[in-house]
């Protein structure tokens, strides 16, 4: 896994690191970031944490104490795969999603250890709240008043390609260890972003292969390196990814845990902007390049200058969604938008 000038990835900048006394602090120091940082030892003392220092298989045992015999949905790949969850030559997934017990993941797991199964097994974004009893109770961080989705990650050596999230994320290793690789909102042009339509897991991801960069097809990306942080963190650290940073995510060891924690500080009610982007693609990207100027000064009117003049004239009472958007305006803009797409 090597960068531009063949020095391993690891060796990139590390992504700083903060101390925190108390969940006062750390909510603290999360209303006050701009940028990714590292809590270590923030969970050492979970419960998931002490029994996975002491083997990979009491984490397991651990988990499923506590599983709810619910339908599991797990990605499996192919054993030449080296954990890289992708696309395939043809564009489609190169793993298959199945539906399975937790018991049967695990034991499937067990079987891989030992046998030298090298298939990549992945768990992922899996509702902590839905699929456990009691597992959230014993192991969750302290975030005051935010309404978070706590969400599990488990499964053997992965590579997850460098995505986005629009939700602010704290991401707590519990078993094993994982290498994050992060780069700043701005730099999507320079990852080399695949389809957005057609995603491993729901959002964009970076084509570059990290482990083998292909400069002559992607020689933007050795840019993005100049902006890149790398963070290795071992149980019980966690870390600080703050909404839209691209995140390049490892799993390391032979069984492999994270607990993260989404939340957005803006309200529930208002729109999804990747929802506006995709609309905007099939709506207004192909049109003639004159139409396309007029659509971008409304947009910079409306939506990204959006100032005192472009409703100074409109009597307040009269202004309706084009003043400070109320859960219901919201819901009026959300209804209309539904109306219009199903013609």
Request: aromatic share 10%.
């Amino acid at each position: 896994m090597a960068d531009a000038e063949g020095a391993p990835l690891a060796m990139l900048p590390r992504i700083p690191e903060i101390t925190v006394a108390d969940p006062g602090e750390l909510d603290a120091a999360l209303r006050s970031a701009r940028a990714p940082f590292v809590v270590r030892r923030l969970v050492s003392e979970w419960p998931l944490v002490r029994a996975g220092r002491n083997s990979a298989k009491e984490a397991r045992d651990y988990l499923v104490e506590r599983h709810r015999d619910v339908p599991f949905v797990v990605s499996i790949g192919a054993p030449d795969s080296c954990g890289r969850m992708f696309y395939d030559d043809a564009m489609a997934m190169n793993f298959r999603n199945v539906s399975a017990r937790l018991p049967e993941v695990f034991e499937r797991i067990d079987r891989g250890e030992h046998s030298g199964d090298t298939s990549p097994i992945y768990l992922a974004s899996i509702d902590v709240g839905q699929f456990f009893d009691g597992l959230h109770e014993a192991n969750h961080v302290d975030l005051g008043e935010r309404s978070c989705l706590a969400s599990i990650w488990m499964g053997t050596p992965t590579r997850i390609a460098a995505h986005n999230d629009f939700p602010d994320n704290l991401a707590c290793v519990a078993v094993g260890r994982r290498r994050f690789t992060l780069f700043p909102p701005d730099q999507f042009r320079n990852l080399y972003l695949g389809p957005v339509d057609n995603t491993p897991a729901g959002r964009a991801v970076s084509m570059v292969d990290f482990h083998a960069p292909d400069y002559a097809a992607y020689p933007r990306f050795r840019q993005a390196l100049e902006q890149a942080q790398v963070a290795e963190l071992d149980a019980g650290d966690a870390l600080y990814i703050p909404s839209m940073w691209w995140h390049h995510v490892e799993g390391l060891d032979s069984f492999n845990v994270l607990i993260n924690y989404w939340w957005r500080e803006t309200p529930r009610w208002l729109g999804q902007p990747q929802d506006a982007l995709n609309h905007a693609m099939m709506a207004i990207r192909d049109l003639p390049p004159h139409e396309k100027k007029h659509w971008r000064d409304l947009f910079d009117h409306y939506v990204f200058d959006n100032d005192e003049a472009v409703v100074a004239h409109i009597p307040p009472q009269a202004r309706s969604i084009l003043a400070p958007l109320t859960p219901e305006s919201a819901g009026r803009i959300r209804a209309f938008l539904l109306r219009a797409l199903s013609r």
